[in-house]
């Protein structure tokens, strides 16, 4: 349970902490859209498909506010709720071997009867078919 919790914690912390990081490394600066970055490759992609200007509500526009001003409040609790949840749930996953495929060779200790002895009991001695005198 604590590992789970510790998961929680360490992915929301990370969910709010990278995207600051790679709204950056993006283009979306706080000084505005970063010059030969994706950034502005999006912004020149969203200004022709409009007929010059980016339309307000658009992702290149909600991008550029949120590395321009950061995240409101409420959106940084929605997001470390979100990468939260999603940590919480990787902590605790279990790796799971995968199945074998059909007719694969399978692992020691996997075949059917492979556990059950293979040596035959003794048998009770056969009798002579000659009567006994």
Known sequence: MIKRAAAAAIGGALAVGAVPL???????????IAASSIAAKMMSAAAIANGG???????VAVLQSV???????????LLASAG???????GGSKKVPPPSAP????????QPGENVS?????????????PEK
């Open 84 to 90: 939260s949840t999603f940590g919480a749930l990787l």
């Open 67 to 77: 590395g321009a001003a950061g995240l409101s409040t409420s959106s940084n609790i």
């Open 118 to 130: 293979q040596v035959k009991p003794p048998e009770a001695p056969l009798r002579s078919e000659k």
């Open 53 to 59: 200007g980016v339309a307000p509500g658009s992702l």
């Open 103 to 110: 007719g694969a060779p399978k692992a020691e200790g996997d």
């Open 22 to 32: 790679v709204l950056g490394a993006m283009g979306f600066t706080g000084a505005g």
